[in-house]
């Protein structure tokens, strides 16, 4: 398949240009005349969005999402390559969940499919789990997402363990001895009568997490960091050296804990929607890089697991329909970052990070493209999304970088008539 | 006056002059339960359910004798003996309730929120009877009748509420109604059992006991949940009853004949001895009989917002 791009503009920025895909790739010209011709007219050009951790549910968890439904709505949201954490069931901590994973995804998925093993059999915090041969069948990281690795220990030896397979340890950085709530521990939860969890808890363990990283001179990423002291230990280990690198979601920038009033379960993740000031932080932290990427952390819950008692809702919000659009919206359209930042943010490094050799539009690479609207506002609406879930604290958000196009691979994976 | 919402959800959601209009209204239910004959023709042709997921004598007792008062048609539903046990859903056995023409669903629940949630989906009118750690709003306002009957005002009084706050929806709910009437609260507690951020609900918060209750108009002692207790937030109950109870010696800072309360049930020698319970400052039992005026006058208020209807 031969497809001709043309009147784009690449990343919204300068004059119409036309880009040529060829099979998978993306080339200089076409080897004859195309298959398909796609007038952009001026549309935003990028290349493909990539999610470093999302929740996919496939396998055990279908009624909440699976490999195609999870990602049709990756595509939706202009993303064309997406790491589903290993939390399903069976747990992805063995070569064979990973090699089934790959398998569904080479034929049912409407994204590229990367996924991330385990730190930890089973995540269960105790033994580390087959790095060596999850990374032939695929995976591009460890991490247990959704539980920390509690042990100082196991951490030490993840770390030390993952470096020799060029694999980095993502991990959810929570004290769960102090994790014991709802909400954001603060005035809110002590008005609203639920436990609250310190944003002390995930600092702890970020501390640690970079102390471990210094001291053994390894990488380590820190996922979904949501609060200021967090984000200043980062700064301060970067400054000095350290390789620690760092994701944020959305509802990080965009919400706040005032959200959870009302007992609205659509806001209760973990870790948890915090204050202003850690909201304005993790912007200043996307400005000046010491996060280094967004991910959407799609969480997709069955309204069974949401629609109930705030304290027994299950955690998390579905994110990739929204993603760019938030990002977009609150962090270039008010100039904390250029669209530039963006899609390094959401591109260019997860895939330095994972060594996926992609977030380039350049001749040669993977035909992975992403094409948005940045001029006209739309309006969001759950009830059009492609996810299984519907669990979004969005609904009726006036939003702009609708997904107008999206190429995965040389296949059009989502369309909206430019 | 008109109640603003179909529920009483608690005292965040209810205004000052809600508030006066339904201790107005608790006066003249008193007089009517406490007159020979206990017997209104308000709620007749209403149905009153209380749905209760945790236990309860004083509560659960109080609305049923309200609605008995009234005239309503009255059935309790609790977590054990219902298909609760069968793991129906709170959703499901809310409606359940709601759909057999159900007026009132008081309930009691152990999630904070759960009644909020509720009232969204069912016509009748929910009445907080306490949600976990949040609100206990009938509670709150039959200590509020309880402290204006017998000091004729809230308004700048100043009340000490002491113990364990962070577990307590009575605290919670007094601090804010409180605050709403004009009063001065103090709070006082050891500080594992002090939630961050209690004095934005307009009450001040200080370290020791005595600090609250000097001068108070009013010392009310909370039960100490060990039901609730998850983690260890004290040494000992020997060791928090030497620094926390309300005792002889304590009462004696606060005002001369100030008024002791204790929501109940109390564990006695532990919030306080059994001397100060039986004191003659004590309207512990009074708290229990106001408790029916008000939650007769809750009842009658939210019907009659929905009889306007």
Redesign the interface.
């Known amino acids: 398949m031969k497809i001709c791009l043309t009147g784009g503009r690449i990343l919204g920025e300068g004059s119409p240009v036309d880009l040529y895909i060829e099979d998978n790739m993306m080339v200089e010209k076409l080897s004859g005349t195309p298959d398909r011709v796609i007038d952009l007219h001026g549309k935003a050009v990028f290349p493909g969005l990539i999610d470093a951790h999302c929740h996919l549910r496939d396998p055990g968890f279908e009624y909440r999402e699976d490999i195609a439904s999870g990602t049709r709505s990756a595509a939706k949201g202009g993303f064309t390559s997406v790491c589903p954490m290993p939390n399903t069931m069976p747990v992805c901590d063995n070569p064979s969940v990973v090699r089934s994973i790959v398998a569904k995804a080479k034929a049912v998925a409407s994204a590229n499919i990367f996924p991330i093993g385990a730190v930890s059999k089973g995540l269960a915090g105790k033994e580390l789990a087959e790095y060596g041969l999850m990374k032939e069948e695929g995976i591009v990281a460890v991490s247990d997402d959704g539980k920390p690795v509690a042990t100082a220990d196991l951490m030490r030896k993840a770390m030390q363990y993952a470096s020799d397979f060029s694999l980095i340890v993502m991990n959810h950085c929570e004290e769960m001895s102090l994790a014991d709530g709802a909400m954001n521990e603060g005035d809110i939860s002590t008005e609203m009568g639920l436990r609250g969890i310190p944003t002390a808890a995930e600092d702890i363990m970020i501390a640690r997490d970079i102390t471990l990283s210094e001291y053994l001179g390894l990488p380590v990423h820190i996922c979904h960091v949501s609060t200021k002291g967090g984000i200043e230990m980062i700064r301060a280990a970067k400054a000095r050296g350290v390789q620690v690198t760092a994701e944020t979601c959305p509802h990080y920038f965009v919400l706040t804990e005032d959200s959870c009033r009302g007992f609205d379960t659509n806001a209760k993740m973990n870790p948890p929607l915090r204050k202003e000031e850690d909201r304005l932080a993790v912007i200043q932290g996307l400005a000046d890089k010491t996060i280094d990427m967004i991910v959407t952390d799609h969480a997709p819950h069955h309204p069974d697991e949401k629609d109930i008692e705030f304290a027994l809702a299950n955690n998390g919000i579905v994110g990739f329909e929204t993603a760019f659009s938030l990002a977009y919206t609150y962090l270039v359209k008010p100039g904390h970052l250029s669209i530039a930042d963006l899609s390094d943010a959401m591109s260019v490094f997860p895939s330095k990070l994972l060594l996926l050799n992609r977030g380039s539009l350049d001749s040669g690479k993977p035909a992975d493209v992403a094409v948005f609207d940045l001029e006209n506002p739309y309006i969001f609406r759950k009830d059009q999304m492609l996810s299984k879930a519907r669990n979004t604290p969005f609904d009726g958000y006036e939003l702009y970088g609708e997904t107008m196009l999206t190429i995965t691979g040389g296949r059009i994976t989502y369309e909206k008539l430019c | 006056m008109r109640l603003r919402n179909k529920d009483l959800l608690g005292m965040?959601e209810l205004e000052a002059e809600e508030i006066a209009e339904i201790l107005r209204t608790a006066e003249m239910m008193k007089m009517v339960m406490t007159s020979g004959n206990k017997k209104t023709s308000h709620l007749q042709g209403k149905s009153v359910v209380t749905l209760f997921y945790e236990n309860s004598t004083r509560t659960r007792l109080s609305f049923e004798m309200a609605s008995k008062f009234m005239g309503a048609s009255s059935a309790n539903i609790s977590a054990s003996g219902s298909s609760v046990s069968k793991g129906e859903?709170?959703?499901d056995t809310a409606r359940t309730i709601d759909v057999m023409s159900t007026d009132i669903i008081a309930m009691r629940?152990s999630?904070?929120?759960?009644p909020?949630?509720i009232a969204k989906n069912v016509k009748a009118s929910v009445i907080n009877a306490g949600?976990?750690?949040?609100?206990h709003p009938t509670q709150a306002l039959l200590d509020m009748f309880t402290m204006k009957e017998r000091l004729s005002t809230l308004d700048g009084i100043e009340v000490a509420i002491c113990g364990d706050v962070y577990h307590s929806?009575v605290a919670?709910s007094n601090a804010i109604g409180l605050a709403k009437m004009g009063a001065k609260v103090r709070i006082a507690g050891p500080s594992t059992m002090m939630?961050?951020?209690?004095e934005?609900?307009g009450c001040k918060v200080v370290r020791r006991v005595e600090d609250a209750v000097y001068g108070a108009d009013v010392v009310m002692g909370l039960r100490l949940q060990l039901e609730r207790q998850?983690?260890s937030l004290f040494p000992s109950v020997a060791e928090y009853a030497r620094y926390y109870a309300i005792t002889p010696q304590m009462l004696a800072l606060a005002k001369d004949n100030a008024l002791v309360m204790h929501p109940g049930p109390c564990n006695h020698g532990v919030e306080m001895p059994t001397v100060v319970y039986d004191s003659p400052q004590s309207v512990i039992n009074e708290q229990v009989t106001n408790g029916v005026a008000v939650r007769m006058a809750v009842m009658y208020l939210l019907m009659a917002r929905r009889n306007q209807e």
């Open positions: 965040k859903s709170l959703l629940h999630q904070s929120g759960a909020h949630y949600d976990g750690m949040n609100e929806r919670r939630p961050p951020g209690m934005k609900l998850t983690k």
